[in-house]
């Protein structure tokens, strides 16, 4: 964000060599307290099979085919720094957090970051500092991540969490994360990204559906009515809005599908046109990092798309599975969570969601490091829960039931239904 050269020779940053020091120290920890490593299993062996099927099919294209203009040290690098620290990222949040109070405390620090990203990105864009941001030609904000789509799938992922920070609030507390909220979507709208308004429409539909049972629409109408009224205000003094409506009602309402699309279906038609002249590749892939050996202008503009064609259906069920079990597992977590922690799992469910429908229109680099950094702590959250949960034998829940008091007509109270 600040424009700092965190390089300190090729394929290692500081920032990962930082992780790699705190993953060896909790290695050494859990080797010492002889900690279970089977942790999210599920997600650690999809992790793991992306991973290996990666190492293989990247010395397969590299080695045994050699694709022209493939560079076999180049995708390597990408291959350390593109899946497998992902996965140390992950881990280390994962056995790095072991109580709920921890990752509550964790979680806040990683909202206090995204929340000043976006405001460097707003003082930056109205050029009261500057920190070297640099704007697209069509005049949308790349922010701090340098590049607009993925910024906006970024900042979708943590304002659900925000708005949790602050219920969760009293006082000035709750007026800041508020305004953090605030200041996050004026910075999503600065990116004119349709795939981020997308992505944040989709997590509301379904976040609404899902907890429509906890939704009090009487009691968050207001303070809905109020910040869309200050953001319009907002919008209204900058150029921003009129970038924003024009690529909205503009450019998608425009009659032909690759301009509408600013040129995606294009895009995906010369790709899966690449793969039907070598049909198998629709099940084993071209390889790790293929897709820009081909003489393809532009990225693939989809994350799923781009796992299918480098890496078959392996790399398609295997990162699918990676985002949907995660929001699956904090869903589930949800509902038995006290309210502290429910808060914060129902807020990853639909930010994640929200990234989800985000990346079916843009493909992600940098976010990714601090998605599964979000999701290690999440998933800690959730397993902390179900280890509660599991802890409470039936036995000590009958006694209860038989003591709750009856009402005239011999039934019991609600408190007894909520513990059976």
């Given amino acids: 964000m600040l424009q700092w050269d965190l390089t300190i020779t090729t394929g290692l940053s500081a920032k990962n060599f930082i992780i790699y020091l705190i993953a060896m120290f909790l290695a050494l920890r859990m080797v010492i307290a002889r900690t279970s490593l089977v942790a999210a299993g599920p997600m650690q062996v999809a992790f793991l099979t992306q991973i290996v099927y990666a190492i293989f099919t990247w010395l397969i294209a590299g080695l045994v085919i050699n694709y022209q203009g493939y560079d076999f040290i180049d995708s390597g690098i990408k291959l350390k720094s593109g899946l497998i620290d992902y996965y140390i990222f992950f881990l280390v949040f994962l056995f790095g957090v072991r109580t709920a109070e921890e990752g509550i405390t964790v979680i806040k620090w990683i909202l206090l970051g995204a929340v000043f ?9 109205s050029g ?34 925000m708005i949790a920070a602050a219920v969760a609030s009293r006082g000035l507390m709750r007026l800041a994360w508020l305004g953090g909220a605030l200041i996050s979507a004026i910075a999503m709208v600065m990116t004119a990204s349709r795939g981020g308004l997308v992505g944040a429409a989709v997590a509301i539909a379904v976040g609404a559906y899902l907890y429509r049972h906890l939704v009090s629409y009487s009691r968050i109408a207001g303070w809905v009515l109020a910040s869309l009224v200050l953001f319009v205000v907002v919008l209204s003094f900058s150029k921003y809005g009129g970038l924003l409506t024009e690529r909205v009602f503009g450019q998608t309402g425009d009659i032909d599908a690759v301009e509408a699309s600013s040129g995606r279906t294009e895009i995906w038609a010369n790709l899966f046109m690449t793969m039907y002249h070598v049909p198998i590749t629709f099940i084993t892939g071209f390889g790790w990092d293929v897709y820009w050996s081909f003489a393809f202008r532009f990225s693939p503009h989809n994350h799923y798309f781009a796992q299918w064609f480098n890496l078959g259906l392996v790399g398609l069920f295997a990162s699918a599975y990676l985002l949907f079990s995660a929001i699956g597992r904090a869903r589930r977590a949800s509902l038995e969570a006290d309210p502290a922690v429910r808060r914060q799992l129902i807020a990853f469910v639909i930010g994640a969601t929200g990234l989800c429908a985000a990346v079916f229109f843009v493909e992600l680099h940098e976010p990714w490091d601090y998605f599964w950094m979000y999701t290690g702590v999440v998933m800690r959250l959730a397993l902390c829960v179900q280890e509660r949960t599991v802890a409470v034998p039936v036995r000590d829940v009958r006694p209860i039931r038989r003591a709750l008091p009856r009402d005239a007509y011999g039934w019991t109270g609600g408190q007894g239904r909520r513990l059976s």
């Fill in 117 to 125: 990203a976006n405001v460097a990105t707003i003082l930056d864009a």
């Fill in 128 to 161: 009261i500092i500057n920190l070297g941001f640099q704007e697209r030609i069509d005049g949308r904000t790349q922010g701090a991540l340098g590049e607009s789509n993925q910024y906006a799938a970024y900042i979708i992922l943590f304002i659900p969490a």
